[in-house]
Every structure is written in C-alpha cells, then in structure tokens.
C-alpha cells in the first residue's frame, strides 16, 4: 500500500460546478482504481492525500497530473504505508481555510512513510489531516453528502467508498 500527497493551486476561475464534477468523477475512478483519500480546498489551493495499491495509486495520480484544472503542483510526500488512512472516503473533499491549508503544506510529511518504523512520532500532519473531518463525517451513512463550506459559501461533496476493496 502505498500514499502520496502533494500540493496544487487551483486554475483562476475554477468554477464550483466544475469542482464537483471534478469530485465526482474523480471519486468514481478511485472506487475501481481501490484508491482512497482526501482533497483539502481553500478556494486557490488545493491539498490532496491518496493512498491504495502502488499501480492503481500511479493510474489516479498520472490523472491528476495531467488536469487542467492546476497547477504548480507541488509533492510533499510519498511511500509505503501499511493502513489507509481514509477507508471509507474514495475521495473526501473539504473546505480549508488558507491558513489551515498553508499550515499543512508546511508541516512534516516526511513521517507519512516513516510512521511504518518503530519510533515514529506520534501527532503528525496525515494525523492533523484527518482531524479536520473529525468522527461526525466519517459516519455519515449516506453515499453522498453535502457540506456547506465556510470559504466562498462553496459546496463540497464527499464520496463514500461504500464497496471498499480488500487491499
Ligand atoms: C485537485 C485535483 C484532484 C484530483 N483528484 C483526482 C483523483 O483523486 N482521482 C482521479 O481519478 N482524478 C483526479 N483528478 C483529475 C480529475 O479527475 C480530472 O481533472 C478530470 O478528469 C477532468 O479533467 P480536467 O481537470 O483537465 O478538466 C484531480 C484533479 C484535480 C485538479
């Protein structure tokens, strides 16, 4: 299992219709791809953690290096992992506030592989990115669900992986 997460910025203008559809169809490929993850949103940036198997990881990712929709991506980390750390979520994405987001693109990755070693802090960015869902979300039974976003008034939606693959 293996999990990548990078930085982007947003194409100017990126329409919050075409960010869901961008979601969506996103999320769809990840449930037959086995991939699951997390995209953070500020309005401009974005922040996104995957995780699966290491040919499908590398199927998702080449798509999302190929999107017009940004640029100036930016890899904070990548490598083995041995648990997901988002099985339920095919893609979950969430508002972010700029300085939130900012703070994570800062922080130690470096740890998302190393946390496989015995030693391994205890506290580390991929924990306070999974923090920010918090335990109310992550037990939303429905397939779909929207979120009122507290930057922009935007519409998040997040895709449940309700078929989660054994991997
Ligand atoms: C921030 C961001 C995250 C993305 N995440 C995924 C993803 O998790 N899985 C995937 O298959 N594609 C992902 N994509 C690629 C989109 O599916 C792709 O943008 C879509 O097919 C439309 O292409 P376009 O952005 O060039 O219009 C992502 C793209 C962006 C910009």
Redesign the pocket.
Known sequence: MNAIVYA?Q?VTGLEPARLQA?VR???E??VRMG?T?M?LHDGQR?L?Y?EGPERELRQ?YA??C?????HEMMELARGQIDVRRFPDWA?YLAPATPPVLRELVLSDWSALVRSRHVGARAGTAIDRLIGLIGNEAMALPVERISLKSPCHGRVAFCSRLLDSPNV
């Open positions: 982007s947003a961008l169809s996103s999320s490929f990840n991939v993850g995209l974005f996104q995957i998702v798509r999302i190929a999107s017009s929709s940004h893609l």
